[in-house]
């Protein structure tokens, strides 16, 4: 009789796959390895020891799609059967010229067309021990959190994106499918849900908010609703690429009730109102610094991440002060900074003079000086606080942890001693002993 613990020898198919972009990009990757574990296909860990390839592109900005051609070349070269996926499948020739070898090429979001492509270069064997798939699929994140994306493409058409034109206007699942998707990553051990989307705030204006059931109730496709139905799964929920709609002063409350983490990923991109109407930022005539202050009196502790470009085409010196200022006086907990980069094909390209690469550069650093010192003043306001902590990586004397106000990847980290080893994924209670300017670094005071 077999072992049922024991893979029998046969030619399992095996990919190997790279997936490169944004966490949007890493969910379409889970799921096309989810599907192909489904079929007996295995994950190779190198090129070499596979039968072929799945490059998951990002074509967002030049330096992603060259970054996307140069995985492409060394997947080539290291194996030889190379199926390519993801934004940059949009435009086929950009690839097909660079690299006309390359088996098959399809565009985000064809998770179909890319198990299709598998099946023809690759054809799958039946396995019953290799076709058992975890119902939560396969995660490429670490156990403990998972992305949650719950619309996929954008009705926005800001003018230095071409997101919609890769991805398409904006599709919103069903609030019930969502719910039943994250029940799933719960029990599977998952602590952290990230929500992810183009536009969160925008959800489920394509399906007209329409309800579906879930747990014997109607949820709304609407982002509140949505946002309450995850609060009651007992796990931290953190909600990334929202707008200042005037609607999302709605979840602050969740938030300060901690049914949702008190945290808020907000790209403003920029502040100068001329630079917004000219980027065509979705809300960019709300009112948002005094919004900001309304949402801190009802949720003191509330973390505001954002991300702005400088440089962008016609931006002034008077557009770049007020940015500063602006900056300054809004004092988000956590800000990244990108120099504009002309993406090819974004309407912005030749709406103004460009902003030279050497004034971009001094923008860029005066803009990241202004912000550390934000960001100094912000962390040090947790020395001596209590932080709920939940740890990612263990060391032989210290972990490695995320408090609330840290999503992962994107964030500062807490650096967290402890009588006892700490185990990945459990949340401790952290007194902060010392901050620096993007980290911080205490004791565990509870378990
Ligand atoms: S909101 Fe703007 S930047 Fe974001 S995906 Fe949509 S068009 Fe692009």
């Known amino acids: 009789m077999l072992d049922p613990t024991e893979k029998p020898d046969t030619a399992v198919p095996k990919v190997s796959f790279v997936s490169l972009g944004c966490p949007k990009a890493l969910v379409d990757s889970e799921r096309i390895i989810t599907r192909l574990r489904a079929e007996g296909y295995e994950l190779a860990r190198d090129h070499q020891g596979s039968d ?86 396969i995660k490429l994140t670490p156990r403990h959190y998972a992305y949650l994306k719950i619309s996929e493409g954008c009705n926005n058409r800001c003018t230095f994106c071409i997101i919609p034109k890769l991805r398409g206007d904006l599709v919103s699942r069903q609030a019930g499918d969502v719910l039943r998707e994250a029940e799933k990553l719960v029990a599977a051990g998952v602590k952290e849900l990230l929500v992810i989307s183009q ?56 938030m300060a009730e901690r049914k949702v983490l008190p945290y808020l990923d907000i790209p403003f991109q920029h502040a100068a109102p001329d630079v917004l109407k000219r980027m065509k930022r979705p809300a960019a005539q709300e009112k948002t610094l005094e919004r900001i202050a309304r949402w ?94 939940i740890i990612d990586e263990v060391g032989s004397t210290v972990a490695k942890g995320r408090s609330m106000a840290d999503a992962p990847e994107i964030d500062g980290a807490v650096y967290v001693a402890s009588r006892r080893p700490l185990r990945v994924g459990e949340t401790a209670t952290v007194k902060i002993e010392r901050a620096d300017e993007y980290d911080l670094h205490g004791s565990v005071v509870g378990y």
Not at 364 to 386: D, N, V
Request: net charge negative; aromatic share 8%; glycine share 6%.
């Open 52 to 137: 072929l390839v799945i490059v998951n592109t990002c074509g967002f900005l030049d330096s992603a799609k060259a970054e996307s051609l140069a995985a492409i070349g060394s997947a080539l070269k290291e194996n030889g059967k190379v199926i390519v996926t993801g934004c940059m499948g949009a435009e086929p020739e950009s690839i097909s010229q660079a690299y006309p070898d390359v088996l098959a090429i399809t565009g985000p979001q064809q998770y179909e067309s890319v198990v299709e492509a598998v099946h023809r270069a690759l054809p799958p064997q039946h396995d019953p021990f290799l076709d058992l798939v975890p119902p939560e699929g």
């Open 296 to 389: 801190r009196e009802i949720c003191p502790d509330l973390t505001l991440r954002s991300t702005f470009i400088v440089g962008f085409p016609g931006e002034t010196e008077a557009d770049f002060d007020y940015l500063l200022q602006w900056l300054e006086e809004a004092a988000l907990d956590r800000v990244g900074c990108f120099k504009y980069e002309p993406v090819r094909g974004a309407v912005a390209n030749d709406s103004a003079p460009p902003v030279a690469d050497e004034v971009k550069e001094a923008r860029w650093h005066r803009f990241m000086q202004a912000q550390q010192k934000i960001s100094t003043r912000r962390l040090k306001r947790k020395i001596g606080t209590r932080q709920q902590v």
């Open 199 to 254: 536009d969160t705030s925008a959800y489920g204006l394509d399906i007209k908010y329409a309800a579906s059931p879930w747990r014997g109730q109607d949820v709304r496709a609407k982002f509140v609703d949505l946002t309450r139905a995850l609060g009651e799964l007992g796990v931290w929920v953190r909600l990334h690429y929202v707008y200042p709609y005037p609607h999302v002063d709605d979840v602050i409350p969740l």
